[in-house]
């Protein structure tokens, strides 16, 4: 038998159902309860008046329990033996009922009065007593605060370690989490804890933010699991609450999400300021009540930021988020020089708690970024400081890229403004001015133009052109264009002709060879083509040349008061009338440029005198959804309104393109509106004569005449003397009829038409020959000379400055 010491009074250290007995002062058994019975298979008929030493399975065993009986041992364990003679380990304790005096040598167990005997199975005692063990340590350990509830939700017993907060009181035992905790805290958790009650289903780790009354701008995040407690019949006792203390956890959660919505903000524009607006805006409410983000002025002009000699940056505030302290509104009022460092906290909108990190990049300072917030928010921890820094670091790669980029695109952009012509044109057949908005940051700066080229005979031509791609390829290829352009068009061919010839150089240029060195191609040398910039019917090609292109070409005659328009794939232009009629140019699109074996065809069309001509590009009538007749009609009510026929031409366009969004631009919007001048009747004389040598002396009548109706008689000699070997060329290399036609238009202007096709030329006569000075005399008599071809034939013509003080 083991010893174990007599328990303290009040204890009993054994399960429900344990079995007793009770023995008289000779050691015989008086009482058996039925327990006993059960677990020995024996009724108390059977052992009433028995020995205690008859229920041994080894009756030898009885000595050994009166001696340690007799030493003050009052438990311990032996080996029964049930009504079939089974063994039954079991552990006892014995409680004496009255004291045990000095008895006879055959005094024993039970001497005296008697005793009482409670036996249990000693397997069923020993996980009884881990039972007691694991509550006892669960209450006494502190990593987990514990709580029995009472049906009603009273605390009944705590670990001491509950809620180690400001405010919870140190005896808990009645109270309600209401009498401690915040009102709607408290009110969360026990409704959580009734479910627990009423449906058994247990509670797992529902995370709670807990304030306590007495210290509500504290708090912390908490775990809490729930279990209920119930009789064996199921009838619900109470509820036992596991409270367990995550905030650094819920902390560390929140700051790992943080760095991944700021790295994911930041990282995806291209753009100085959007970038510096998305930091503030991921950094508020996660870090603080207000964000200020300030970047050199350098950066955001694409530039290095160079500290002058006292290491101070001049910076700007780029982006704020939040209010201020006073909650009057943002901060915005720029910063000036600032030494940046980050250990260098500064107030920000009058909060009590501030922290800065500063921006830096490839070993450059570019900026800083600051954040406040209220007391009751608590100080800023290290950890704080730690995610400050490295969302800092990594927006700062970010901005690095953004001013890598505007660099870039403020090359592209200053390189494709210079290749335009000025916005505003004056011109004899009509005013004109031009647009452009580039595309947004993240595709680059595109290939389109627009230009406007006096031709002549007073007429002007209208042109625009996109070519796909973006980047410095498109723009540089929009360069070769708009220059092959001017060069065909001052060969005064006709706007089909001229396509032909554009295309025919554009196929050239897709078959050209490309670079395939990578180590001699720039880092943002090259930008692959777009597919969206062919759809629609009206862009077809290879999506990955940047030589791709589009281009409409429209000529207009102040004198026929005629528009002939060809376009290579382009929409067709737009034609307001003075009346505030407005329709579309019925063009027949050819195939882009580049695509070749097609022919273009030309539209002619009567405009009259005040019309707008509005050419544009498709990024001025391709909306976000791709529906082109939509931008159309939004194009056609602009035209429309009185305001846009009447006012200036530079507000007009600046409305038009006003529509446009500002930022997300899919493609550049170019736009040019020209409106038209007529030259007047009375200064425009044309006669038609024979292929007669004779006709050349009416021809020099006449003109003489007109001129001095002009108020040119200046003009009069040289111009017969250009009249008369223009006329007698025709007469004799091309035949009649000819046309003679004199236009005031700014300028004299000469031309003689005739049916031959044969392209004048001017050579230098030897001293032996007869003839071959006449054109070489118009050439010197003039301020420049040319022919064009027509359908009809040719016509040569020769233009003259007016004289000083002649209108």
């Known amino acids: 038998m083991n010893d174990t010491p007599f328990p303290r009074a009040g204890f009993l250290p054994f399960p429900e159902g344990t079995a007793g007995a009770l023995l008289d002062g ?29 229920l041994l399975a080894d009756p030898a065993a009885w000595p050994a329990i009166v001696a340690a009986y007799a030493r003050g041992a009052r438990g311990g364990e032996a080996v029964l033996r049930t009504g079939g003679g089974e063994p039954v380990p079991v552990v006892f304790h014995l409680f004496d009922l009255t004291d045990v005096g000095e008895r006879d040598g055959t005094a024993g167990v039970g001497a005296g009065a008697g005793c009482l005997i409670l036996v249990a199975p000693a397997a069923e005692a020993l996980s009884w007593h881990q039972d007691q063990a694991f509550i006892r340590e669960l209450f006494l350990q502190d990593r987990v605060g514990l709580a029995v509830l009472d049906s009603e939700l009273r605390l009944l017993r705590t670990n001491t370690h509950l809620l180690p907060y400001t405010g919870v009181p140190s005896d808990l035992r009645g109270r309600r989490l209401s009498d401690f905790l915040w009102p709607g805290d408290a009110k969360s958790v026990e409704e959580k804890l009734l479910q627990v009650l009423a449906t058994g289903r247990p509670l797992i780790r529902a995370e709670e933010f807990l304030r306590t009354i007495e210290d509500p701008a504290g708090g912390v995040v908490i775990a809490i699991s729930a279990f209920r407690l119930q009789k064996p019949d199921g ?39 959007d970038t510096g607006r998305e930091l503030a805006a991921a950094l508020v409410p996660g870090l603080g009540d207000l964000a200020v983000v300030e970047i050199a002025e350098a950066v955001s002009l694409g530039e290095e930021p160079v500290p002058d000699r ?75 400081r730690d995610l400050l820094r490295e969302i ?74 996109d070519v796909v791609g973006h980047g410095l390829a498109a723009t540089a290829t929009m360069g070769r264009l708009r220059t092959a352009v001017r060069t065909l068009a001052d060969l005064d061919l006709e706007p089909d002709e001229l396509l032909t010839h554009l295309d025919d150089l554009v196929a050239q240029l897709l078959a050209e060879p490309e670079e395939t060195d990578l ?65 579309y140019l019925p063009v027949d699109p050819g195939p882009p440029l580049g695509v070749g074996g097609l022919p273009f065809e030309t539209t002619e069309v009567d405009v009259a005198p005040g019309s ?75 006669w038609q004569i024979d292929a007669d040598p004779a006709a050349v002396g009416t021809v ?69 020959d007869e003839g071959g000075r006449g054109l070489y005399l118009v050439a010197q008599l003039t301020t420049r000379w040319g022919s064009r071809y027509s359908r009809h034939g040719k016509t040569i013509w020769a233009e003259q400055e007016f004289p000083p003080a002649t209108g």
């Open 26 to 54: 000779r050691g015989r058994i008086s009482g058996w309860t039925p327990e006993a019975g059960a677990l020995l298979g024996r009724s108390a008929v059977d052992v009433v008046g028995l020995s205690a030493r008859a």
């Open 612 to 686: 707008v001509l509005a050419l544009y590009s498709d990024g001025l009538i391709e909306g976000r959804d791709g529906d082109m007749d939509a931008g159309m009609n939004e194009l056609a009510t602009h035209l429309t309104r009185p305001a846009s026929l009447a006012g200036p031409l530079r507000e007009l366009g600046r409305a038009i393109v006003a529509g446009r969004p500002a930022d997300g631009l899919g493609d550049d919007v170019t736009l040019l509106l020209a409106r038209t001048r007529a030259v007047p009747a009375e200064d425009a004389s044309s």
């Open 392 to 465: 800092a670091d990594r927006a700062a790669l970010a901005l690095d890229n953004a001013r890598r980029f505007t660099r870039e695109r403020r090359a592209a952009v200053g390189l494709q403004r210079s290749m335009l012509p000025p916005t505003q044109m004056e011109t004899i057949a009509a005013t004109t001015s031009g647009a452009y908005l580039p595309a947004d940051t993240t595709r680059g700066v595109g290939g389109d133009w627009f230009d406007v080229i006096p031709l002549s005979s007073a007429r002007v031509a209208l042109v625009v052109g």
């Open 235 to 273: 009838q619900a006792l109470g509820v036992t609450a596991l409270f367990t203390d995550v905030t650094e956890l819920h902390r560390s959660s929140e700051r790992l999400a943080l760095l991944h919505r700021a790295t994911a903000s930041v990282g995806g524009s291209l753009s100085v300021r």
């Open 700 to 768: 020099r009548e006449a003109a003489t005449t007109r001129l001095r109706e002009w108020g040119l008689e200046e003009l009069v000699f040289t111009t017969e003397l250009v009249l008369s070997e223009l006329v007698t060329n025709a007469i004799r290399y091309a035949g009649g009829p000819i046309d003679v036609r004199l236009i005031r238009a700014g300028r004299l202007i000469c031309e003689v038409s005739d049916p031959s096709a044969t392209h004048p030329r001017m050579r230098r006569a030897r001293l032996t």
């Open 519 to 583: 180590d001699e191609e720039g880092e943002n040398g090259t930008d692959s083509g777009d597919p969206d910039d062919f759809d629609d019917g009206w862009h077809i090609g290879n999506p990955s040349s940047p030589t791709g292109a589009t281009c409409v070409f429209a000529i207009y005659d102040p004198v026929s008061l005629r528009c002939t328009v060809a376009s290579a794939g382009h929409p067709p232009p737009a034609l307001a009338d003075p009346e505030g009629r407005v329709s």
């Open 310 to 384: 006292e290491g101070r940056l001049l910076l700007r505030r780029t982006a704020v988020a939040g209010l201020s302290a006073a909650g009057d509104g943002p901060v915005t009022s720029d910063v000036g020089l600032v030494a940046v460092d980050d250990g260098d906290d500064h107030d920000v909108g009058g909060y009590p708690m501030t922290m800065t990190a500063s921006l830096r990049a490839r070993g450059m300072v570019l900026g800083r970024v600051s954040l406040g917030r209220n007391a009751d928010r608590g100080t800023y921890e290290a950890a704080d």
